[in-house]
Each structure stands twice: as C-alpha cells, then as structure tokens.
C-alpha cells in the first residue's frame, strides 16, 4: 500500500523524520502573520495555494510587511513580490542551502545556547559547508553571488524566520537532503515555537496530511515506527491481531517499485483509488504498458472514467466531496470536519462505504473472530481512528465531530491536558526523537541507506533534533548534447493535476485549455522561436507537443503544465502519438533515495520547430506565464466565467454588476444568495 503523497509529499515527511524524529508540521499557519522573514523555497504558492497567498499578500500590504526570499528558476509571482530571487539552475537546491548555511555560519549568525541545548550534528554541518564559500554555490546554481549573500543575510538576520518548501525541492534529485537543510536553517538559529518562527514543509493538497499520519503511505498508523517492535505490539493491541498479521518485516513497498513489480509480474492486482497514475506518474508509455498488461488485474475506484478507469478491469463509482462526511487535516495539523451537502448520483458510493463493503466480503475477523472493521459509518471512522492515535504524537483524543463543526477546525494534537489544540509544536525544544519514541531512524541522506536502532541510539540518545549535512552531487541527467535544455514541469493556478474536475468547470478549461511551453527570451530568441511557435519538447522517454511562451523565467530551461492527458472535453487523443500533450511521456524513472519520491523537476530535454505559430499561445497571461510579448489577448473565462454579483447587504452599496473578470477566479460573490453551479451543462461521460 503507498498513497499519491509518494508523489507529492513523502519528501516533506521524510524531511521532518530526520530533523525530529517524526512527522508533523512544527510550524502553524498562523506564523505568517508574524514572520519579518519568509522563504519560499520552489514553492508557487500565489498559483498552488492561492489562501494562503492572499494571506501573505495580507502582510505585504500592511505594515511591517515581511522580506521575502524567492527560490524558483521561473518568474513567478512569488519572486515578483520578494526582496530576493534566486532563480536557480534546477536541480541545484543543496548546493544552494548549503552556500546559505555556509554564510549564516560564517557570519555568526546562529544561535550557539540553542544548538547546544537542542540539537546533534552541528559539528558535522559545520566542517561540511565550511568548505563550501557561498562563490562556489553560485556559481553552481548560477545566481549573482550577491544575491546568495543578501538572501543569506536576510534569513540570518531575521528575528522571526518563516519557511515554506514544495515541489521545485520535493520532486528534485537530493530532494530529502535539500529539504533537511531548511529544517537545518531553523535549528542552527534556533527559530521553531515561536510565533512567526515555523518550517512549513509543505503539502500540495490537504489529505496527504491523513495519508501519512494514517498509514495510507505505508507507514504505520499513528507515526509508529514500524522497525520498532514495541510500536507495532501496540499497533496490534489497537487491532485486536497478531503483531505478526501487521506487515513490517522490511521497509515498505513504494509505489515506483510496485509498479516495477507490477511491470515484472510479481503483483498480479493492483487497486488504485482517487489516483490517475496513467497521468500523474513518471515515464507514461511505460506507466501506460504496466496498466494494460493482460497479467495485471486492475479495479480503479474514481469519481470520473480517468485515464487510469479507462485501462480497468473494473471500475467502483466512487462519490466526491461534498456528497459524503468525513474530516481532513491541513498541513498544519488542522482537523476539518467536511459535512455532505448532496446525495451521491447513480451508483456512486463514499469510498468508505465501499471499503466497509469490502471488509465485510472478504470476512476480515480480528484475532477474537468478531468483525476486524468494527464501525460502519464516518462518525464511527473517526472515533476508532482516535483510540489508534490515543498516546501518539498526532493524538486527536480531544477532538469529536461535535466539537469540529463550526470550530474552523483545531490543530493537533488535541487531548485532555491540550484540549484547544496545538498551534505550534517544539515550542519547550523537546523533540518527539528518543529512540524509544521516533517515527524513524532515519538514512544517509546521499546513498537513502536506513540507519539501523543501535546506530541511531548512538546517535541521538537524547531524543534532541538531528542535524544532518550532505553533500551536492549532481542530478543523474544533466543537459548536454542532443537535450541541452533542462525540463521542468508543475502547476497553473486554473487546473487541478489531472484535470478530471478543472477540465469540466468551463471557466476553468476555456483559461487554460491546452498544454503550453514556457522558455526564456534568450532561449527562444537563440532558436529562432517566438510566441505561439508549434515545438516538439522531446527527451529520451518521449515526445511532446506544445506552443511556446515566452516568458521572464531564467535561461536553460523548458517549463511544461503537466495537466494535460488523454481525456479531452472534446474527445481526447490517442495516449502515446505525435501530439502527446502529458509532460509525464518526458519525465524520467528516478527518485530520491531517502523519500522514494519521484523526480519530475530534473531532465534533460530538446526543442524543436514543428510549424510557425498563426496566433499566441493560449496559455494564460496571468502569474509564472505571463508574456513578456505585448498585445498577448489577456486570460478569460470564456462567456461561461462572466458573472452578475448582487451585493445583498443593505449597507453595502448599490448592487452592481461585476462581469468578465479576468480570470474568472479573482471575482468573489460577497453575500449575495450562492445561485448554484455557475458552470454549463456537464461535459464528458465517464462513470457518473
Ligand atoms: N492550481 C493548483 N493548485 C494546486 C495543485 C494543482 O494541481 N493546481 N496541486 C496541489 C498539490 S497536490 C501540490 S503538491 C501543490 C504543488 O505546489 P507547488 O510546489 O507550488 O507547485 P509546482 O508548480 O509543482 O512547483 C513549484 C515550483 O517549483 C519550481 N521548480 C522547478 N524545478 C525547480 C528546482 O530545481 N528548484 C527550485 N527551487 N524550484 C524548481 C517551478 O518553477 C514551480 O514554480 O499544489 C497544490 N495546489
Ligand atoms: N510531471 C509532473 N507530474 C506530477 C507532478 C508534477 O509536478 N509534475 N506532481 C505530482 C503530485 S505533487 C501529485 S499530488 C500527483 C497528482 O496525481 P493524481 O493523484 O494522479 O492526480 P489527480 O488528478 O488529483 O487524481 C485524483 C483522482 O481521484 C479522483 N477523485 C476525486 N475525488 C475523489 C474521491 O472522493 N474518491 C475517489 N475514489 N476518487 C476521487 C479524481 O477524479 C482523479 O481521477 O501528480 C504528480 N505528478
Ligand atoms: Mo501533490
């Protein structure tokens, strides 16, 4: 079992387990209002997280606003808003968190008690970014040496420090080790507990959260260490079951090596639920050959008949949210409480009901033969996942949908002696980290080789943070030759992954309707491409299709949408032709050796003229793919987007009509009355 936080979050978790033993966000949302300081580290909230940007953007426009340090090779709109932008040669992030710390440490500008009182390793980090000047860094990650000082400067001068990382370090080689070094900047200056002093080792989407904390990755529920036979005794106390019956014998399997044993033929059925591997993962000819394979039986759970339903055995009609209850937690430990607001259509069930379903076919008994499964609805769920957290560090003891409903959720942990909450954790720097107590031993951060108890009691016998140092080493595909860009690939602020909800909400697709490629004007202008010009984006996986826009992001590098599959509003294509529109046919089989996460921001690529461009690119004109070109026609809708607000307050001013906003996204109804889905008729079939 491994949830999509495989290829999204693993690295986060796998972060925080060096640096504190366990999983779970020091830090809190609430940090932001107070931070003088705040790093961003490949991270495009203003496009992925766009609440948490206004809340940012909050800060920007008041008093005191905050610096902000942008780390990101693309001009987005993040580093168009901060003091500094590091606009990076991909791949490069531990060389450049080490040219940092190597600055900060150089200057003094750590916090010596706190080292001292909290934390082992400093020595090793020490000796490690010594030798390493912050001219070395630059010149590595190509940046203005300047700029490397004044962005290390200001994070190591700052009173109350604030990071954020996501996926331009998640989804890189050396992710984990680069994600531990930010954690190392908070250490090293001693910033976590206090308000405005938080790491936020992000998550792109809430519920990856709950899959980590519930054992949906393949750790064990709880955070329990499943090297720790302690841990899974008591895992099987919660169970009623043999601690055998509990797989934990070796690491768990990773999604990229079931699909390697899938591919070999050792897995013969494969499950895949509110997942579209045939898009999302890495290599999709490959991807695409392992689901389809006659050996492979595949039962596909999903709202929509996705690509990865398409290639099924059988498909389970699954409801979404807001057609079932249930709670989800944010990545600052906030439990929400998410009530039904419809009936599911047609045969569509809650995926919780479906698993019941299952549980009770299949006669799971526990170890007493009563039913193993022992609730039947989401309420129950929650109270049985309670008792499995009773004791553990994300302990959610105190809380109750009751209590959740209408709270604006809480954060764990939550229990008798915290019953509000916790905002921040390691506020007295004690770490959840003592052998006894840890999530994992941790690994060496370069080679991902686990450390065993008897090292790691060495180690950390105190349960204290851990510093951990790497060294840079470079990716394992550079560009040169016949693929002398680099390629990477993410978001739009108007579409979702796969697009299987954003490609049916109009406003959305008519914004962003088709796949596009993002170059550097010194790039394009060296080829001879313009705005609008039809390229072949071609690595030694695959071909893709795109037009070209030309926008402020750095030389060297292509930037693709990875949105855009097979399954088309307007019919769809055929996966795997010339005119492949899915950035994952490029993306190569490669992932950190600590988290086992996928690499989709590091490949080498080429470039080439397919036909002159009649029109520019329809990518939008707003954040990271704004033109540089002028008279670019701005982003809209389409006639779907246009909409009338009535302000319905008696004090607010006349009700006017607001229409055509330019993107559809940017205009909030105030209070008026919600007049029901503003969208058209539904497109495409599918299993609902
Ligand atoms: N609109 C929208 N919002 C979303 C999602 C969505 O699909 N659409 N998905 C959600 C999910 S699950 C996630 S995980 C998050 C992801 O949120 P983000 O991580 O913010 O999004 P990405 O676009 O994947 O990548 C962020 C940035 O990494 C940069 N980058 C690429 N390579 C490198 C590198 O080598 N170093 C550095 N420093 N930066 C690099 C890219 O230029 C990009 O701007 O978004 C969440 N929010
Ligand atoms: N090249 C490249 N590839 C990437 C990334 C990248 O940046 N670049 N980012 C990676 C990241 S961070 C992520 S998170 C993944 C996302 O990859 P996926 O998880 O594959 O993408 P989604 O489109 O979110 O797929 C979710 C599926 O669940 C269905 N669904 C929605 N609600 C429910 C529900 O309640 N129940 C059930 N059963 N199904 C439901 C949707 O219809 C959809 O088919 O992509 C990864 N792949
Ligand atoms: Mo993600």
């Known amino acids: 079992m491994d949830g999509n936080t495989r290829l999204c979050t693993a690295t986060a978790a796998a972060a925080l387990k060096e640096s504190f033993g366990c999983d779970g966000q020091p830090g809190s949302y609430t940090d932001v209002d107070h931070a003088d300081v705040i790093a961003l580290y490949g991270h495009n909230v203003a496009e992925t997280q766009t609440v948490l940007w206004s809340r940012i953007l909050d800060r920007l426009a008041g008093p005191n606003p905050p610096a902000l340090i942008c780390v990101d090779p693309r001009e987005t709109e993040v580093a168009r808003a901060a003091a500094v932008h590091l606009a990076n040669r991909p791949g490069t992030n531990l060389a450049l968190m080490n040219g940092l710390l190597h600055e900060i440490i150089e200057n003094g500008w750590i916090d010596e008690r706190y080292l001292g009182e909290h934390t082992v390793g400093f020595e090793e980090l020490r000796k490690r ?36 990382v996501l996926q331009g370090f998640y989804q890189s080689h050396q992710a984990t080790a680069a994600a531990v070094q930010v954690n190392n900047v908070h250490l090293v200056r001693g910033m976590l507990g206090r308000p405005g002093c938080g790491v936020l080792q992000m998550n792109g989407q809430p519920t990856a959260q709950n899959t980590r904390e519930c054992g949906a990755d393949g750790d064990l529920p709880g955070f329990r260490n499943w090297s720790n036979d302690a841990h899974v005794r008591d895992l099987a106390r919660v169970w009623n079951v043999e601690p055998l019956d509990i797989p934990h014998y070796s690491p768990p399997t990773h999604a990229m090596q079931m699909f390697r044993y899938a591919e070999e033929g050792s897995i013969r059925f494969l499950y895949v639920i509110g997942t579209n591997p045939a898009v999302s993962l890495p290599e999709l000819s490959r991807v695409r050959s392992i689901l389809a394979r006659e050996g492979l039986f595949l039962v596909v759970q999903d709202v929509f008949l996705s690509e990865t339903a398409q290639l099924a055995d059988v498909v389970l009609p699954a409801a979404t949210w807001g057609e079932k209850t249930g709670t989800f937690t944010n990545a600052d430990r906030t439990v929400h409480l998410s009530d039904k607001a419809v009936e599911p259509p047609g045969e569509a069930r809650p995926d919780l009901d479906i698993f019941l379903d299952f549980a009770r076919r299949m006669e799971l008994t526990d170890q007493d033969g009563a ?156 080829l001879g491409l313009a705005e609008g010009d039809l390229v072949e984006i071609a690595t030694p996986r695959g071909r893709v299709r795109a037009r070209v826009r030309v926008t402020g992001m750095r030389d060297g590098v292509v930037f693709l949408p990875f949105h855009y599959g097979y399954w088309d509003a307007s019919g769809g294509r055929e996966p795997g032709d010339g005119a492949a529109t899915a950035a994952n046919e490029l993306t190569i089989t490669d992932w950190d050796p600590a988290s086992k996460q996928p690499i989709f921001k590091t490949a080498a690529a080429r470039v080439t003229l397919v036909e002159r461009g009649d029109r520019p690119s329809a990518a939008p004109t707003t954040a990271a793919a704004r033109p540089v070109a002028q008279g670019v026609p701005a982003t809209t809708g389409g006639t779907a987007a246009r909409s009338t607000t009535s302000l319905g307050s008696a004090s607010s001013p006349a009700s006017g009509r607001a229409s055509g906003s330019a993107s559809g996204l940017a205009s909030g109804s105030a209070s008026g009355p919600a007049s029901g889905p503003a969208s058209g008729p539904a497109v495409g079939g599918g299993v609902r």
């Open 129 to 164: 970014v010594h030798d390493f000047p912050a001219e070395e860094a630059a010149r590595i990650c190509d940046v203005p040496v300047a700029d490397l000082r004044e962005a290390a400067r200001l994070i190591g001068t700052a009173g109350r420090l604030l990071s954020t």
């Open 371 to 526: 039913p193993l499964v022992k609730w039947s609805d989401a309420e129950g769920a929650f109270e049985g996942w309670k008792e499995c957290s009773r004791g553990r560090p994300c302990d959610y003891t105190g809380l109750s949908y009751e209590r959740l409903r209408g709270s604006g959720g809480i954060q764990w942990p939550c229990d008798d002696a915290r019953p509000g909450g916790t905002e921040r954790l390691y506020a007295d720097g004690r770490f959840l980290s003592a052998p006894d107590l840890c999530e994992d031993y941790g690994r060496d951060l370069v080679t991902g080789a686990p450390l065993s108890q008897t090292e790691y009691r060495a180690l950390n016998p105190d349960g204290k943070a851990v510093i951990k140092a790497a060294e840079y080493v470079p990716p394992h595909e550079e560009p040169g030759g016949e693929f002398p860009f680099w390629l990477i690939t993410g978001r739009t602020v108007y579409h979702f992954h796969t697009r299987t909800k954003t490609a049916r909400a109009p406003q959305l697709q008519e914004a962003a309707p088709e796949v596009w490629a993002e170059m550097s004007p010194g790039d394009s202008g060296a």
